[in-house]
């Protein structure tokens, strides 16, 4: 793929605003699309084109990336209610890269429907948070053709670091899936104990330090500390705004659910996780980055 790829990009959240501006950055060709118009006026200031409706894509678009919140979203913009669907729009051989975390049966279905119109399609979901997504340092996990993935590359490693393809359709999302419910009960286990430690009349940091050298050491600890005052960098240390919605976590924990019911598999501790998400979800706003659940184990950490 030449740099001159004409690229449309559809969600200008929290991860898709810093994943379109490191497009532009690298001199692709970028038009871009959000409801939010504060959002495209941003990419806009950063050298990217605008367009009001899915129904004016640029002549010549060859490829589509969205990073929406939610299946719901993902469907209809390409196959919905929303301006009647891209995929009759797009010509035969373009290729789309959905980076949204949906159900790998919505990525399935995504997949068939737009071979229908001779397009090809890519389940890409990401891993790294906003902090990757603003370093290019994203996880890009893909599922679908080796062809495509190959094609897809190096617009993804424009975005991303680690470029893995998991699969065939869909299992980009099961692996992500698997990933994210692993991390909502990391998420969950290190912020009671933390709070446990500092119930005891630990400092978190010094505690922090302590486990993240020992045997409860993980991703959480090391770049993502639910703790106010730990890392400066984590969304606890900006009062949980900007990062991943505790709501996001919330919907990707029923999608473990649902997969596990799917085939049989048992997932105790994810169950748990999601329980405990349901319950900071009730009693706190779902804006809130997912560490906030440590508010759960040390009431009025989250002001
Ligand atoms: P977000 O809510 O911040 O952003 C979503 C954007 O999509 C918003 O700007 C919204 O206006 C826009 N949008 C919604 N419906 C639309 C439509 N029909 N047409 C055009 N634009 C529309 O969410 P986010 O945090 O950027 O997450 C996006 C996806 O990435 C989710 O699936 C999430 O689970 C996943 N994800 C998020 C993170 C993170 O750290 N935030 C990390 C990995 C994966």
Same mark, same amino acid.
């Given at each position: 793929?030449?740099?001159?790829?004409?690229?449309?990009?559809?969600?200008? =959240?929290?991860?898709?605003?810093?994943?379109?501006?490191?497009?532009?950055?690298?001199?692709?060709?970028?038009?871009?699309?959000?409801?939010?118009?504060?959002?495209?006026?941003? @990419?806009?200031?950063?050298?990217?084109?605008?367009?009001?409706? @899915?129904?004016?894509?640029?002549?010549?678009?060859?490829?589509?990336?969205?990073? &929406?919140?939610?299946?719901?979203?993902?469907?209809?913009?390409? /196959? =919905?209610?929303?301006?009647?669907? &891209?995929?009759?729009?797009?010509?035969?051989?373009?290729?789309?890269?959905?980076?949204?975390?949906?159900?790998?049966?919505?990525?399935?279905? /995504?997949?068939?429907?737009? #071979?229908?119109?001779?397009?090809?399609? !890519?389940?890409?979901?990401?891993? =790294? =948070?906003? #902090?990757?997504?603003?370093?290019?340092?994203?996880?890009?996990?893909?599922?679908?053709?080796?062809?495509?993935? %190959?094609?897809?590359?190096?617009?993804?490693?424009?975005?991303?670091?680690?470029?893995?393809?998991?699969?065939?359709?869909?299992?980009?999302?099961?692996?992500?899936?698997?990933?994210?419910?692993? /991390?909502?009960?990391?998420? #969950?286990?290190?912020?009671?104990? *933390?709070?446990?430690?500092?119930?005891?009349?630990?400092?978190?940091?010094?505690?922090?330090?302590?486990?993240?050298?020992?045997?409860?050491?993980?991703?959480?600890?090391?770049? +993502?500390? $639910?703790?106010?005052?730990?890392?400066?960098?984590?969304?606890?240390?900006?009062? +949980?705004?900007?990062?991943?919605?505790?709501?996001?976590?919330?919907?990707? !924990?029923?999608?473990?659910?649902? !997969?596990?019911?799917?085939?049989?598999?048992?997932? $105790?501790?994810? %169950?748990?996780?999601?329980?405990?998400?349901?319950?900071?979800?009730?009693?706190?706003?779902?804006?809130?980055?997912?560490?906030?659940? *440590?508010? /759960?184990?040390?009431?009025?950490?989250?002001?």
């Amino acid at each position: 793929m030449s740099e001159k790829i004409k690229i449309v990009f559809i969600g200008l =959240g929290n991860m898709g605003a810093p994943m379109a501006a490191n497009l532009v950055k690298k001199g692709f060709d970028v038009t871009v699309f959000d409801l939010n118009q504060e959002a495209v006026a941003n @990419l806009v200031a950063q050298g990217a084109n605008q367009i009001d409706s @899915l129904s004016e894509l640029p002549e010549n678009t060859q490829l589509v990336i969205s990073m &929406l919140p939610a299946g719901a979203h993902v469907r209809n913009v390409y /196959l =919905g209610e929303q301006d009647n669907g &891209l995929f009759p729009k797009l010509a035969s051989g373009s290729l789309v890269i959905d980076c949204s975390t949906i159900a790998a049966t919505d990525a399935r279905e /995504l997949a068939e429907a737009a #071979a229908k119109h001779g397009i090809a399609f !890519l389940d890409a979901p990401v891993s =790294g =948070g906003t #902090a990757g997504a603003a370093a290019g340092t994203l996880s890009f996990i893909v599922g679908g053709s080796a062809e495509d993935f %190959e094609r897809a590359k190096p617009v993804l490693e424009a975005m991303g670091k680690n470029i893995f393809h998991a699969g065939s359709h869909g299992a980009g999302q099961v692996a992500k899936i698997c990933n994210n419910m692993l /991390l909502g009960i990391l998420m #969950a286990g290190t912020s009671e104990a *933390i709070a446990l430690g500092v119930k005891n009349g630990l400092d978190a940091k010094v505690l922090s330090d302590i486990m993240s050298k020992s045997s409860g050491g993980n991703w959480v600890l090391n770049v +993502y500390n $639910p703790y106010p005052g730990v890392m400066e960098n984590a969304p606890a240390g900006r009062g +949980y705004q900007n990062g991943f919605m505790a709501a996001l976590m919330l919907k990707d !924990l029923n999608l473990a659910r649902s !997969l596990a019911e799917s085939c049989g598999s048992d997932t $105790p501790m994810g %169950e748990q996780a999601l329980a405990q998400y349901n319950r900071f979800v009730e009693t706190h706003e779902g804006q809130l980055d997912f560490s906030a659940i *440590i508010d /759960l184990y040390e009431p009025g950490l989250v002001k």
